[in-house]
């Protein structure tokens, strides 16, 4: 007989798993956030962002699926009027959470658990392409206080 129960069991504990991995995850990024708070005066924002593909829906008229969109680490002044994030490098997660990818135009990284993560970040953020898009970021026009 086969054991339906049993795959089920797996299936459950491997979703529990990758929500786990996924928390971790986004919890670098918040630790990120938090010390890019405290050293940049709350100019500077670094999180993960999908961008929807514009042209998805063209695939529907020509009997083809829709093409998906894509999802990117991005960089944001809060404090700025606009909200647009700066794309940093493309970003992959996978399903379980780990391994995710942090793909620039020279390498991908695969970040197979939380310290790779934390080291693709750093690599990602000390290269000189991704400090000029940062530094645009933090440039750009405050939006007015009600003071002003």
């Known amino acids: 007989m086969v054991?339906?129960?049993?795959?089920?069991?797996?299936?459950?504990s491997a979703a529990q798993q990758a929500e786990?991995?996924?928390?971790e995850i986004y919890s670098v990024f918040?630790?990120?956030?938090?010390q890019l708070v405290q050293g940049f005066d709350g100019k500077l924002e670094i999180n993960t962002y999908t961008k929807a593909n514009p042209f998805a829906n063209i695939g529907v008229i020509i009997n083809e699926p829709p093409k998906p969109g894509y999802s990117f680490i991005g960089a944001v002044n809060p404090l700025s009027e606009t909200?647009?994030?700066?794309?940093?490098a493309r970003w992959k997660l996978d399903s379980n959470g780990y391994p995710c990818q942090i793909i620039t135009s020279e390498d991908?990284?695969?970040c197979e658990n939380k310290e790779a993560l934390e080291r693709g970040l750093q690599d990602l953020l000390s290269r000189p392409d991704v400090g000029?898009?940062?530094y645009a970021v933090m440039k750009q026009k405050l939006k007015p206080t009600k003071s002003e």
């Open 20 to 23: 786990r991995n996924k928390v």
């Open 83 to 88: 909200k647009s994030p700066s794309e940093l």
């Open 30 to 34: 918040e630790v990120l956030n938090t």
């Open 132 to 134: 000029e898009k940062i």
């Open 108 to 110: 991908e990284l695969y």
């Open 3 to 12: 054991d339906f129960i049993g795959s089920l069991n797996k299936g459950l």
